[in-house]
């Protein structure tokens, strides 16, 4: 059954702490994104990556880091620098020579900072 | 600025009424746009896209360049389509944007 498996669902993180969230998708596709959802501000992109080894950052990139070491995976580090993490995650993928698609959605990650 | 607005945040309609999400945009490109939706306790699904000009649950969307909208519209409107509705445009080098959401709820 094809799709993209996020990991975990909830999330628990201390003031102070790195968190990662994991991402992995067997559609092969070679695109994935992050993006933060957070109530009446719809989806924001935090990174995305196109090919292996490669990402770049979104509009909101700040206090978070990825990697892109496989084609089906693309962590989500949420750093202690970032200022307000709680929020709910979602991970994305798409075929890179079919934009027109759409994208595939993960279930999400709700991280909460406690 | 690339942008999309969905002006209402919560619409509410009874079952068989039509329904109308709104939906504008502002690119300076030619528009690729999308409508997705997030069913109670499912993950977000792409329900359709401009481009395909198709029919998807009974929704239409048609792309209005001159008014920069790409509305969302079902003649009669049905229990199971309550949900959580986003508008997205593609601005090209893989980063889409989307909208605010609206949620709508059908009234039995």
């Known amino acids: 059954d094809g799709g993209i498996t996020q990991s975990p669902k909830y999330l628990f993180r201390k003031e102070g702490q790195n968190v990662t969230l994991s991402c992995e998708q067997n559609?092969?596709?070679?695109?994935m994104y992050w993006y933060r959802q957070d109530p009446g501000q719809g989806l924001r992109l935090i990174y995305y990556?196109?090919?292996?080894?490669?990402?770049q950052k979104g509009d909101i990139a700040e206090g978070y880091s990825v990697s892109r070491e496989k084609k089906e995976s693309f962590p989500l580090t949420v750093t202690s620098a970032q200022k307000n993490p709680t929020a709910f995650y979602l991970c994305?993928?798409?075929?890179?020579?079919?934009?027109?698609?759409?994208?595939?959605f993960g279930s999400g990650t709700r991280l909460t900072v406690v | 600025a690339q942008r999309v607005t969905q002006p209402e945040k919560l619409l509410s309609v009874f079952k068989g009424a039509p329904v109308e999400l709104k939906c504008n945009y502002s690119?300076?490109?030619?528009?690729?746009l999308f409508w997705y939706v997030q069913y109670s306790r499912q993950r977000l699904q792409l329900l359709l896209r401009?481009?395909s000009r198709e029919s998807i649950k009974g929704f239409t969307a048609d792309l209005n360049k001159g008014e920069t909208s790409f509305h969302l519209k079902k003649p009669f409107a049905q229990e199971e389509d309550s949900a959580m509705y986003y508008c997205a445009l593609y601005t090209g080098g893989f980063k889409t944007i989307f909208g605010a959401g609206t949620r709508l709820f059908v009234k039995a």
């Open positions: 990556s196109q090919i292996v080894n490669d990402f």
């Open positions: 559609l092969n596709h070679d695109a």
């Open positions: 401009h481009i």
């Open positions: 690119y300076s490109g030619s528009p690729e």
């Open positions: 994305a993928s798409s075929m890179s020579r079919d934009r027109d698609g759409g994208y595939t």
